[in-house]
């Protein structure tokens, strides 16, 4: 058989099937994620009924728990991936050791979208949202318009059940990317951690590499210019602030600056062209990149709110936006487990 060499004209329209081929591939976190969570959360919304929250768990959630002394409730980002952050909680968890490991409960919930759903032929109760807007706890959009925030509440309240956690001393709740938005979002105005600190239950917020924060005033550390995003929700509290949200700026910075809030930062996040990095004005004004973005909301707060401030940052040296090494580094064992290891700076 002879082969014969392609002409320019035959190369042009191979390259030219190429490039749509690549412009075809969707683009990170809008296609159907490959795994769903096995457990179900049920998350009430009032007189609207009540919706069902995909959950992973190292335990059955459904039966008490009354050995656990530690919950760590991890978030995935902006693909859904539940899956993969529930394969590295436990690595994580298998890392750290310790006495209390076996003692250990780890949560990964799951937010989906209209076409996880279809994909997975999933019934009607399963929650889901438009794109990311989980992120900043905007309502699902079916089975009920459902906060992402109150699905955290519905979580916690039964970590706070005595007949079915007597023994929890700790709660963790963290979150990487898309993930640490939301976590931190929900270390602002979440209510579920009230009925845990009320048994003397310590509840920390582990917020690893976001793209961004909700910030309590105008200021931001770049120019905002034209940009009318810049102090809207889910950037500031101006605009379609969800509403479960009931108190105001103030009143929750006050609360915020005095919970017990971990930024897990990756010295190395700094690519400004992170595909999955947002680079929406309203994110650009908050610095080029996720690690000066965390430093400078930090630095913000330490400015604000000084001594009041029980916040803490802790480096991952030489990371990046990978949600593994963030998790099971020293420093990231230290925030999830209390492991020792990590250097304070």
């Known amino acids: ?31 159907a994620v490959a795994d769903v969570a096995p457990m179900r959360v049920v998350v009430a919304a009032g007189a609207s009924g009540s919706g069902e929250l995909p959950l992973y768990a190292n335990v059955d959630w459904n039966r008490p728990q009354p050995e656990a002394t530690r919950a760590v409730l991890v978030s995935h980002g902006v693909d859904r991936n539940a899956a993969n952050y529930f394969a590295t909680a ?45 992120e900043g706890g905007l309502p699902a959009e079916a089975p009920v318009p459902v906060s992402s925030f109150a699905a955290l509440d519905a979580i916690l309240a039964r970590l706070a059940d005595a007949s079915a956690f007597p023994a929890l001393r700790q709660v963790v709740i963290a979150g990487h990317s898309g993930g640490g938005q939301i976590v931190q979002r929900y270390a602002v105005v979440g209510n579920g951690a009230g009925a845990l600190e009320a048994r003397g239950i310590g509840v920390r917020y582990v917020v690893a590499n976001p793209s961004s924060y909700v910030w309590f005033s105008p200021e931001r550390p770049r120019p905002v210019g034209e940009c009318r995003d810049a102090d809207r929700w889910k950037y500031g509290f101006e605009g379609d602030v969800p ?6 700026a103030a009143a929750l910075e006050k609360r915020y600056v005095q919970r017990d809030v971990t930024y897990l930062l990756g010295s190395a996040d700094t690519d400004p062209q992170h595909p999955a990095l947002d680079v929406s004005c309203a994110a650009e004004a908050q610095g080029a990149y996720r690690y000066v973005r965390g430093l400078d909301y930090f630095h913000m707060l330490q400015a604000r709110d000084g001594d009041r401030l029980r916040h803490r940052v802790l480096t991952v040296d030489g990371v990046g936006h990978d949600e593994r090494r963030m998790f099971m580094s020293a420093c990231g064992l230290a925030a999830l487990f209390d492991r020792p290891g990590c250097p304070e700076r």
Do not use: E, N
Not at 90 to 115: E, I
Not at 243 to 248: E, K, L
């Open 1 to 31: 058989m002879t082969i014969r060499p392609l002409t320019t004209r035959a190369i042009c329209v191979l390259f030219s099937l190429l490039a749509a081929g690549a412009m075809a591939r969707p683009a990170p976190g809008k296609s």
């Open 90 to 134: 436990r690595d994580a968890l298998a890392k750290a050791g310790g006495d209390d490991a076996p003692h250990t409960v780890l949560l990964v919930p799951q937010f989906l979208t209209g076409t996880d759903v279809q994909a997975h032929d999933l019934d009607g109760a399963v929650l889901r949202w438009h794109g990311a807007r989980w």
């Open 243 to 248: 509403p479960y949200v009931t108190q105001d």
